[in-house]
């Protein structure tokens, strides 16, 4: 596990330096040719690891519905992403490593619910599911460093 979380920290990290290094207008823009941004990809490798690893424990998270339906897989943004919003992004990307990585030690993942993922892989396990979320975070960081040289 402790490389699982390694990993899966560096990519957070990396993700952190888009706040950094790109201004509100940037990364609430979708280049032509691209059904998203910056911004959506945040959002949503963070609603998807909550989805991925307490959803698919039968337990609720720490992100809002609200969150949840803006970022989910098989949606694009609907409007621009205001400050607010992005700081909120900028906490979770950091704060739920640390939270999911006190709630796997203390024993609070007690069932997954296999499941085939959008894509096509099957989670049988908890573990299968930290995996897969350090994949698709790299999918997504890919795609974004395509986004990136457009805007």
């Known amino acids: 596990m402790e ?11 990396l993700y952190l330096e888009y706040f950094e290094k790109y ?6 823009k979708i280049p032509d040719g691209f059904s ?6 945040i959002g949503h490798i963070i609603v998807a690891q909550q989805a991925l690893i307490y959803k698919g424990s039968n337990l609720s998270g720490y992100i809002s519905v609200e969150l949840y339906g803006l970022y989910k897989p098989g949606t694009i943004p609907t409007g ?3 400050e607010t919003e992005i700081k909120e992004l900028k906490t979770l990307l950091i704060s739920l490593i640390e939270k999911t990585e006190v ?3 203390n024993g609070k993942f007690n069932t997954y619910n296999e499941r085939m993922t959008g894509t096509g892989f099957h989670l ?6 930290f995996e897969f979320n350090n994949y698709h975070e790299g ?4 795609c974004m460093t395509n986004i990136r040289k457009f805007v």
């Not at 049988?124 to 599911?129: H, N, R, T």
Request: net charge neutral; glycine share 2%; hydrophobic share 40%.
């Open 3 to 13: 490389s699982i979380f390694k990993a899966w920290k560096t990519s957070r990290n």
């Open 23 to 28: 201004t509100l207008e940037q990364l609430n």
């Open 36 to 41: 998203n941004n910056l911004i959506w990809n």
């Open 80 to 82: 621009l992403t205001t």
């Open 103 to 105: 709630d796997f030690y």
């Open 124 to 129: 049988s396990s908890l573990m299968d599911a």
């Open 139 to 142: 999918l997504h960081l890919g």
